[in-house]
C-alpha cells in the first residue's frame, strides 16, 4: 500500500512569489495535516484538514492556506513568499481525525525562498 | 506555552549497545505519545506510540516508557544498530486540536 505522497520533490522560488504544494494521504486516510520544519528545527503544525473542512491552524499568518479535496488529497498555498519561509513542508495523514489518531508522513517537499 | 522538550540534543553509542532517548512533556492533558525517526531527507517515519493509560508498550527492538507524574516519556532501543542513526523526535497528542506538538529531536548517531 502506498504511503503518503508529497509533490514536488523540491522547489525553488524568489521572494514575493507563492507556492502550491500537494499531498496524496493513504488510502483510506480522511484527515490531513502540513508542518513546517526549518533547518535544525522541530516541526512545527501548520494545518489540519478533515473530510474537506480545516479543523485548526497553527500559529501561522493567513498567507499560508490550503484545502482539501473531495479525494482527500491536499494542497498547501504559501503566498509572498519570505526567506524565512525555506523550510521541509511535510504533510501527514490519519485515518480518522481526532486526537488519538497515528499521522503517517509523507517525504516532505523542501522549499528554498531565495 | 506548550511544548515537548528533550533531555539530550545528541547521543552516541556503540553498535550493539542499548540506547535511551528522553523527552519531558509539558502539557498533562496530553493523553497519546508518539516517536517518530527521521532519516537525513526523508519524512518521520513512525516508531511506536502509547497511550496514557499506559505505561509501557514493547514493539520491535524498542520500548517506550510513559511516567505520567512526572510528565517523561523514554524510548529504548535494544541492540542499536547503524540503521538506526537518525533524529528521533517525540510528539505529543490526544488533545482536541487534533494537531502533534513536536520536541525539537534528539540526534542517535551508532559507531560501529
Known amino acids: 500500500e502506498a504511503g503518503v505522497t508529497q509533490s514536488p520533490t523540491h522547489l525553488i522560488k524568489t521572494r514575493g512569489q507563492q507556492v502550491t504544494l500537494r499531498c496524496s494521504p493513504i488510502s483510506g486516510h480522511t484527515s490531513v495535516y502540513w508542518y513546517q520544519q526549518a533547518l535544525g528545527l522541530g516541526l512545527q503544525f501548520l494545518l489540519w484538514?478533515?473530510?474537506?473542512?480545516?479543523?485548526n491552524r497553527g500559529n501561522f499568518p493567513p498567507r499560508f492556506s490550503g484545502r482539501q479535496f473531495p479525494n482527500y488529497s491536499s494542497e498547501l498555498n504559501v503566498n509572498a513568499l519570505e526567506l524565512e519561509d525555506s523550510a521541509l513542508y511535510l504533510c501527514a495523514s490519519s485515518l480518522f481525525g481526532g486526537p488519538q489518531e497515528t499521522q503517517y508522513f509523507g517525504p516532505g517537499t523542501r522549499l528554498l525562498v531565495l | 506555552g506548550e511544548s515537548v522538550g528533550l533531555h539530550l540534543p545528541t547521543l552516541s553509542v556503540q553498535e550493539g549497545d542499548n540506547s535511551i532517548i528522553n523527552c519531558a512533556y509539558s502539557n498533562s492533558a496530553s493523553d497519546y505519545f508518539i516517536w517518530y525517526k527521521q532519516e537525513s531527507g526523508k519524512g518521520p517515519q513512525f516508531i511506536i506510540d502509547?497511550?496514557?493509560?499506559?505505561d509501557k508498550r514493547q514493539g520491535q527492538r524498542v520500548t517506550v516508557l510513559l511516567n505520567k507524574t512526572v510528565k517523561h516519556l523514554s524510548l529504548q532501543i535494544a541492540a542499536t544498530q547503524p540503521g538506526d542513526s537518525a533524529v528521533y523526535f517525540c510528539?505529543?497528542?490526544?488533545?482536541?486540536?487534533?494537531?502533534?506538538?513536536f520536541g525539537k529531536g534528539t540526534k542517535l548517531s551508532v559507531k560501529p
Open positions: 502509547i497511550r496514557s493509560n499506559m
Open positions: 510528539a505529543e497528542g490526544g488533545r482536541s486540536q487534533g494537531n502533534l506538538i
Open positions: 484538514y478533515d473530510e474537506g473542512e480545516e479543523r
